[in-house]
């Protein structure tokens, strides 16, 4: 029957072309690649038909309001452990995918926003601050000055696609940190 799924039933008819009908279509060989993407698409944010960019970072944002409570040593080894599956992901779904940056992948964006927001950590998160990462983040990430884009040029396979990030993040921080030091925001969160 075409345009039937494989597996499954299909509730809600799916558009053509769509990010849902390109995962579908993607070869499910193992195990270990669903997992990849799974992580690779941060639990489904890269599916967004809206800029998925912009949805990992906000479930970058979440993920440090629960991991921002944690102390300094305990949230950089945590960060460090994302950073790594991280980049394993996104060269495993690249390579599934059949595009090394595909679209969906947007876990990268969920390590350089936890670093954006890392200035935040000891509960220093007020609303305005939490904002002030997260577009400063999405400015640089789209931005990509510098370093930020030959990272993302030179870098093979997922480390390229996670560093830009990573550095884009870097520089968010700074810019959190600025606000941290003339004391942006009333409450902390």
Not at 19 to 48: D, H, N, Q, Y
Not at 97 to 109: A, K, L, T, W
């Amino acid at each position: 029957m075409p345009g039937a799924p494989r597996r499954g039933i299909r509730l809600l008819r799916v558009p053509s072309g769509s990010a849902i009908e390109k995962l579908e279509k993607a070869p499910l060989s193992k195990a270990r690649g669903t997992f990849a993407r799974w992580v690779a698409m941060a639990g489904g944010a890269g599916l967004s038909p809206v800029a998925p960019g912009t949805a990992g970072s906000a479930v970058g944002v979440v993920v440090f309001l629960v991991l921002g409570r944690l102390s300094l040593p305990l949230f950089a080894l945590t960060w460090l452990a994302l950073l790594a599956l991280s980049i394993w992901a996104a060269d495993q779904a690249g390579r599934e995918f059949g595009v090394i940056d595909d679209g969906r992948i947007v876990i990268d964006e969920v390590v350089g926003q936890l670093l954006a927001l890392a200035p935040l950590l000891g509960g220093r998160s007020t609303p305005l601050l939490l904002v002030t990462g997260f577009v400063a983040f999405r400015v640089f990430d789209v931005w990509k000055p510098g370093l930020v884009g030959r990272a993302e040029r030179t870098l093979p396979g997922g480390l390229g696609v996670v560093m830009d990030d990573v550095l884009a993040g870097v520089l968010a921080g700074l810019v959190v940190a600025a606000g941290v030091l003339a004391g942006l925001g009333a409450e902390p969160v």
